[in-house]
């Protein structure tokens, strides 16, 4: 090996060591600031933040998350993973976007309801609520999914399939039933074996899968959601901490992800791979599909640049939780970011995830 070699080969071996990786991640420093600091105030008990830019990659768990791989409760960015694994179906032309829901699940058969379609469930327009009226007394008594289902293919209408927006969560519920229906396997498992398998997310689970409990980083309850408790002291044997929630698997909300297979699985919608469905399919969720005077929705994901921070473009797509979780991806800045904690984004304004979301995006900028 010649003097200008060994140089060569030597300068190369530096800027793969941890120097360069410092180097690379002084520009999200800011956000770990944020984060860092809340957990260590005690407003958050724990946080973890994956940042893709490009070729950089940035993690960093804080407090109660011992490492990046902690598993959080995400929440509604769980719905990101159902409508992933249900597309896969697409791609096996299983369904069609148009088709309507009757078709699968024969006892939602009543006038309007039979016009609902799977676009329009994914879509957040099918006049589907988005917590049944008999939400808690169903956690109340640790109902199953299949309970879940039966009252929400009952439950009214707010309006006429299409006729306006209105998030909803119970359209995503009847989305995994209908995955569920035409593959014959409990929609846990599915999308385990056709989004977690595949993106090699082994840090993720639809409910708690291979988790041990004591492995789930645990949520701040008080200011929860009012659908989980609101932190009452008497909604503990079904709030976001309690065994039967987090082991139900409800494809609404209760998936549990590390930051950083979190960001693996958005940045295949960044960067269409194949591995989890066709480049065109996944090009087709991140995309809106509303009308115009409606929320931009893809299938699954918020779509435009209120789905991210201040800066991004318009061709930015994602979700956030009410347990505090956000995600998004923009491909204008080739960013993803993931920031997780365990304090309701109702408990703080402005709430440390998006302070630091809104930093990573003034840094790619």
Known sequence: MNRRT???????????????????????????????????????????LSVRHGSDVFSRPFGAAR????????????????????????????????????????????APRNRITLAQLLTHVSGLPDQLPENQALRKSHAGLPQFVEAAVRTPLLFEPGARYSYSSMGILLVSEVARR???????KFVDEAVFQPLEMKHAAMGLGRFKPEEIVLNQTEKAAPESGAGDPTAKEWDWNSPYWRALGA?????????????????????????LMKPDTARLMVKNHNPEGFAPRGLGFQAGSRSGSPGCSEKTFGHSGSSGTLAWADPATDTVCVVLTTLPGAAASP???????????KAVS
């Open 182 to 188: 035409i593959t014959g396997t409990d929609f846990p």
């Open 351 to 361: 709430h440390p995830l998006r302070v630091a979301s809104d930093l990573v995006a």
């Open 251 to 275: 494809p609404w909300g209760t998936a549990h992800c590390s930051a950083p297979d979190l960001a693996r699985f958005f940045a295949e919608f960044l960067h269409p791979t194949g591995r």
């Open 67 to 110: 490492s990046s791989d902690a598993p959080f409760l995400l929440a509604s960015i769980t719905k990101t993973l159902t409508a992933a694994a249900l597309m896969t179906l697409y791609d096996r032309d299983k369904f069609r976007l148009d088709d309507p829901v009757v078709k699968f699940i024969p006892e939602f058969s009543t």
């Open 6 to 48: 060994f140089l060569k080969s030597g300068l190369s071996a530096a800027l793969s060591t941890p120097l360069l990786a410092a180097v690379r991640q002084e520009k999200f420093d800011a956000a770990a600031a944020v984060l860092a600091k809340a957990t260590a105030d005690g407003r958050l008990q724990a946080a973890s």
